[in-house]
Each structure stands twice: as C-alpha cells, then as structure tokens.
C-alpha cells in the first residue's frame, strides 16, 4: 500500500533520487530498538523506470532487432535500479522513439525485407480501408503483446481515432506505424506503477493487482508478469499478503525462471564487481584476472544462497572459495601441454630450447591469487580459515576497493561502517585535496597519519581502523605477511639508488559501534574483525536494511520498522 498523502511525491521516493547510494539516514535504534514500530506506516506512492536489464530482456521479443539501449543506471557504488532514477530526459525519449518505429517497421515489413510478412494480427492495418473491428483487435493485439493488458474502450476510440488521421497524411502505411508506435511509447512501457490504484482505506490506498503483479515479476526476474500471475490478478488472487507469498515462492522455486535480481543484490550489496574497472599493472602479479575473481564470488555467493542456511553468517565467514572456475581446466590444459612442448623441444634441439628457455606460465596461473601453490583438485577449495574469512577477504572485493597501484584502507572501511554496521560517513568537503602523501619509503598506514589532523579525523576515526585491518591483503587480493616499502640504497659503483624493502604488517585495527561489548575493541587483522562482525545482531540487522532498499527501491523510513523487524525475526526463525 501507499501513501495518499500526495501524488506530487510519485516517483521521487522518501528521499532524494541517489539517497540509497548511501543509505543510513535513519537512526537504527528507530528501526530496531525498543520504541521503535510506533511510527505510522508512510510508502511514498511513486513511478519506478523500467531498468536497461528489464527493457533489453523486453526487446529479445523483437527477435532480429538491434536496439540501442535507452536507458542507463547511475555510475558508482551502491544499488543502482531505485525508484529515485527519474523520469526520461529528451535523448532518452528520442532513442525510446528511434527504437519504436524500428519495432514498427518490424511488424509491419515496412522495410520490405525478402519473404517478410506482417504480423497477421496487424496486417489488416495496412488495407485501404480497414474496419474500426480490425483497428481495434490491431490494437489490442499491440496492447497485450507490449503492455500485457487489453485496452480499454476509451483507448480503443483514441487509437481508432489516431489511426484515421495519421492514414489521412501517410495513408495506411502512416495509420498503422502511428498506432504501433503510439501503444510502445504509452508511459507505463517505461515506467512500473506504484501509485496505489486499489481501494483506498484509513489514509492509505492498496496497489491494484496489476501493480502487484510486476511488482513480484520485476522483484526477483527482469521480465514481466508470467500468464499465471497475471491470471492472479485479473481473478482477485492477488489481494492478500497470503497470495504475494504464494507467487513469489512460486517464482523463486522454478528452476526454469532465471532470477538475476538475486545475484545482482548481493553484487551491489557487497560491490565487488567493481574489480573489472580497477585499472592493474600486469608486471607485479600476471596471474591477475579481475573478470575470473568476480566470476568466482559470483559462484561463491549462489552456493551459499542455494544452501539457504545461516546465508548471512556464511557470506561473512566461509573459508570456502571457487578459484577461476569457468576458466581452471583450461588453463591447466594449456599449462601442461606448454610444459609437455617444452620437454620435447628440449629433446629434439637442447641448444635451441635452452636459448629459448621455459614457457612463461605464470598469466596462467589463477590459483596464486588465493595463495595456492597449485591448481586445485576440486571445487570449492577450502582455504586457510586464519587467511580468509568470507566475501570480503575474496580477492574480487579485496581488489574493487583498493587503488590502481595499492590498497584503499579507508574506502575498505567506509564500507565496512555503512553496509554493517549502519554508520555514515559525510562525503569529503570540497576544501579538501583528498590525497595521501607520495611517500614510497613508508606503509599505507604511515603514510595515512596525515588524516588525524584535527579536520580529518572526525571522519577518518570512522573508517581508518576498520580498514587498515584488512592490510594483511595487498591490491592484488593475496594474503602476506609483509609489506613491500621503497627504500634508499647504494649500488656496486657507490651510485645513490632505490631498492624493495619487505617490512613487518600491521593488521591491528579496531571495532565500535556495534552495541556488543563482547564484539566491541581492538581486533589484530580483518578475518577475525568479520567474523565477530558476522556474529552481531547489529550486522545482520543492517543486512536486512539493505536487502529492504534494494527491493524497495527506496531508503527505509521510521514507518517500515515494523516490516524490518518482522524480517529480520524470519530470517532467525527459519535457520538463516
């Protein structure tokens, strides 16, 4: 249900478009502490734009068609696909209505394509002097195959009356590409109602069971509303909590239903897609693969989900990782057949091979990543539980939060005040030259006592010792124990240089703010820093804000405490 308050606040959600980027503007103890629940129910009714995923799942109907996507989600970190996106701006209508009339065209083999014919329940469009019967079943057909409703007697007359002028201009061929083009550019081929078009009772209105129903579909699917739940709908079975249950388990169990908004929440959750876009020199590390690493997680996190017990604390603490598994078998195919060449060069001409020297393997060697000495037997491998602890001692996170060149320490704990522990962190002021000193002879966490400076650190204090415990990774994602420093040095002809130091780590970091004195204080590294994390109701209760912002499309508000509570007491209740 939704607000009455204002239809003015369609589309803009609670907050300001972005605002979940963050999230955390609610106090916790509003949303799970002893008062909280008094506060009244207040959904924003709202229009949520359709997302890329959703309109390029829409447009695989179109088979044959290349469409240029029209719609684009906002850059950076956080959940992306949010009520607060906004409307369509000029460029995008203009491709949404480059796109139509290419559907259009389509339909109608206007573009006189060899042994192509119109759609046959469009082709009485282009007769001379089509029936107001034949116009009206066209566009009936259009509506249900677009907008997966009928039309109703009021749109009939519009689009009749539509189709009779545009054919006065462009003939039968003008008619029928403007009625087409018409029902593809209808708002709600763009944007999903929740508006609250149902029965209006105690100040709220109820979503209509057609709002309902793409809301279920688009919640864990990029398609719309399946024949069944669009019978639901259409026959009162979508009314009750009971029955949204009943569709969504439905949903959720068909093995034949691809579900890609369950993987893409925790990919946004935890950001460690990001891998993909952190720029690495080969040099140091040529085994990185950042593509292999996200597919690894990807894996990761499916297997857990699948398990569907204790999900959260598994997330957080496993020490069970896939190593490169779509790419593994292959690599050590090539690796022993470029060893096996090597040994029979070696045979046929010793001179040549040893001139030549051993195949350079090490681009093909996945496995270092994870601090393996070999390509793994089986998978998921079972790694070191004092070295990993869960997604984010998984390279893939490791590396989508550090720098080009060296570890991020302070956005590695940003992260970890926001998505666990609920805190906030204010963005850094635009007075402020946020760089750390070029200083190679000291460590990152040397180098980052300049932001204990009285200005800084009132910010810093909040994401600097959660971060640096996650020092015993360097930016490739692997476990050491050592630190690599730049030193001064001479060299055999007495000449000034620089040369590699390794140093001692220091992984200390410490917790607050979780409201457990047992889980509260200093931690030596980041494995055990997460998995006491894991362990606290505060963490899994902040887990459950996000989950609600992701599907809602919106920050949570002091009204959803009672929906917050009552997930996060199912979530106890069914095992994790």
């Not at 302070?410 to 609920?422: A, F, N, P, S």
């Not at 000291?442 to 400076?453: A, F, G, P, S």
Request: glycine share 8%; charged share 25%; aromatic share 8%.
């Amino acid at each position: 249900s939704t607000s009455t308050a204002t239809a003015a606040r369609s589309g803009t959600g609670a907050t300001a478009p972005g605002s979940l980027r963050t999230g955390n503007h609610v106090p916790h103890h509003l949303l799970f502490g002893p008062d909280a629940g008094k506060a009244p129910l207040d959904n924003p009714p709202r229009l949520w734009r359709v997302s890329p995923f959703i309109y390029a799942e829409a447009a695989k109907a179109f088979k044959g068609l290349t469409l240029a996507q029209p719609f684009a989600l906002p850059p950076g970190d956080g959940f992306k696909d949010t009520a607060g996106v906004g409307g369509l701006d000029e460029s995008t209508t203009a491709q949404l209505m480059r796109n139509a009339e290419t559907i259009a065209d389509e339909q109608l083999a206007l573009r006189k394509a060899a042994n192509k014919k119109p759609v046959k329940e469009l082709a009485p469009l282009l007769d001379p002097a089509p029936t107001r019967a034949q116009i009206d079943a066209a566009v009936a057909f259009q509506f249900q195959f677009v907008l997966k409703r009928k039309p109703a007697a009021d749109e009939l007359k519009r689009f009749a009356e539509l189709y009779a002028s545009a054919a006065k201009l462009g003939g039968p061929e003008g008619g029928a590409r403007a009625v087409l083009v018409a029902v593809l550019m209808q708002p709600e081929a763009s944007f999903r109602s929740e508006l609250g078009l149902g029965a209006a009772a105690g100040g709220k209105r109820v979503l209509a069971p057609r709002e309902v129903a793409f809301a279920v579909a688009y919640a864990l699917t990029d398609r719309a509303p399946d024949a069944e739940l669009l019978k639901a709908a259409d026959t009162g079975k979508l009314a009750t909590p009971a029955d949204v249950s009943r569709e969504v388990a439905r949903i959720f169990a068909d093995p034949k239903a691809d579900k890609p908004r369950v993987l893409r929440f925790f990919r946004e959750y935890f950001g460690y897609g990001g891998a993909t876009e952190v720029f690495k020199d080969a040099k140091p590390f040529p085994a990185h693969n950042a593509r292999g690493l996200v597919e690894d997680t990807d894996r990761l996190v499916r297997d857990i989900v699948a398990a569907d017990k204790d999900v959260f604390v598994e997330l957080f603490t496993t020490s069970k990782s896939y190593v490169h598994h779509t790419t593994t078998e292959r690599d050590r195919k090539q690796v022993a057949d470029a060893l096996a060449k090597y040994e029979d060069d070696k045979k046929k001409d010793p001179a040549k091979a040893a001139a030549k020297g051993p195949p350079n393997l090490e681009s093909k060697r996945s496995y270092l990543a994870y601090g393996l000495s070999d390509f793994p037997a089986s998978q998921p491998v079972e790694l070191p539980k004092d070295q990993r602890a869960g997604v984010l001692t998984q390279p893939a996170w490791l590396v989508a939060n550090s720098e080009n060149f060296d570890n991020h320490a302070i956005r590695r704990g940003k992260w970890v005040r926001e998505r666990l522990l609920g805190g906030t962190v204010p963005d850094v002021p635009i007075t402020v030259d946020a760089q750390l000193p070029d200083a190679p002879h000291k460590t990152l966490r040397e180098r980052m006592e300049v932001t204990k400076q009285a200005y800084c650190w009132g910010c810093h204090k909040r994401m600097n010792p959660l971060g640096l415990a996650f020092e015993q990774f360097d930016h490739f994602g692997r476990f050491r124990t050592q630190e690599q420093v730049t030193v001064e040095a001479t060299d055999a002809k007495g000449k000034k240089t620089t040369a590699p130091k390794l140093v001692p780590l220091d992984t200390s970091g410490l917790v607050d703010g979780t409201g457990d004195p047992a889980v509260d204080g200093p931690a030596p590294n980041a494995v055990e820093m997460v998995r006491r994390l894991a362990k606290t109701d505060r963490a899994r209760q902040v887990f459950v804000r996000h989950a609600f912002r992701f599907w809602m499309g919106r920050d949570e508000n002091p009204g959803d405490a009672r929906t917050l509570m009552a997930a996060d007491q199912a979530y106890l209740k069914s095992g994790g």
